[in-house]
């Protein structure tokens, strides 16, 4: 299985600032993905980071707001800009992988924002 | 577009008992994959079976087992000997052609194991 470290592991941050959480794996992987899980609720996709391009986000999420990095096959990032209380969430990173079909997370970035 | 309803928002078991958590899901995809993960209260995901939706047998790992009834369009989780450590919250999830697509959840359900 794929070993995938996220850093910082958790932080505190003023309204108005700006984090970038990084996700390292340790091997090579095509699709990457970011999610967002927000107190006592279930996870949601933000985007998927593509290696090349551009990523694809979902509804509900945009580039200005959540802009994402992914310049190899192993490494990729996502800033959460212009906090406000209400992005106080945990941001967890996946790979995905076939023969035999798994999806790992990370162990996630717990974000307070006050 | 993918929906995975997870009815059960909390669910009690007797250690050693076995636990059936339940996972209804609807797709107008012809290929998908079905997923498991354990959130404990540390809040990492781990991931614990998947079943591929041409799979003609039940996915099984370990003490885990899923439940694949694609008739009704359900995929539960049975745990068996349930242990205390398996207290956790329990997400079902499913992906459009298996591991290496992005995954729609549930809701999730919290398993409470008492001794």
């Known amino acids: 299985s794929a070993v995938i470290s996220q850093k910082p592991s958790r932080d505190i941050c003023q309204r108005g600032t700006s984090l970038t959480i990084q996700c390292q794996v340790d091997s090579q992987v095509t699709m990457m993905f970011w999610y967002r899980q927000q107190p006592g609720q279930s996870l949601t996709l933000i985007a998927t980071a593509n290696q090349g391009s551009e990523a694809t986000y979902e509804s509900g999420f945009v580039i200005d707001k959540f802009p994402i990095s992914r310049p190899n096959l192993t490494f990729s990032t996502l800033t959460v800009s212009n906090m406000s209380p209400e992005d106080s969430s945990i941001y967890l990173c996946?790979?995905?992988?076939?023969?035999?079909?798994?999806?790992?997370f990370g162990p996630g970035t717990r974000l307070t924002v006050l | 577009a993918q929906k995975i309803t997870q009815t059960q928002p909390g669910m009690f078991v007797q250690e050693k008992e076995a636990v059936t958590l339940d996972c209804t899901y609807d797709t107008s995809d012809p290929s998908y994959g079905l997923f498991w993960y354990k959130q404990p209260s540390s809040g990492e995901m781990i991931f614990l079976i998947y079943?591929?939706?041409?799979?003609?047998q039940n996915a099984t790992e370990g003490r885990y087992s899923l439940n694949f009834q694609k008739a009704r369009k359900s995929a539960n989780l049975v745990i068996s000997a349930s242990q205390l450590g398996d207290s956790a919250m329990y997400f079902c999830a499913m992906s459009p052609t298996g591991g290496g697509n992005k995954l729609t959840f549930g809701t999730g359900t919290q398993l409470k194991v008492e001794l």
């Open positions: 079943q591929g939706s041409y799979d003609q």
């Open positions: 996946s790979v995905g992988n076939r023969n035999p079909d798994t999806q790992y």
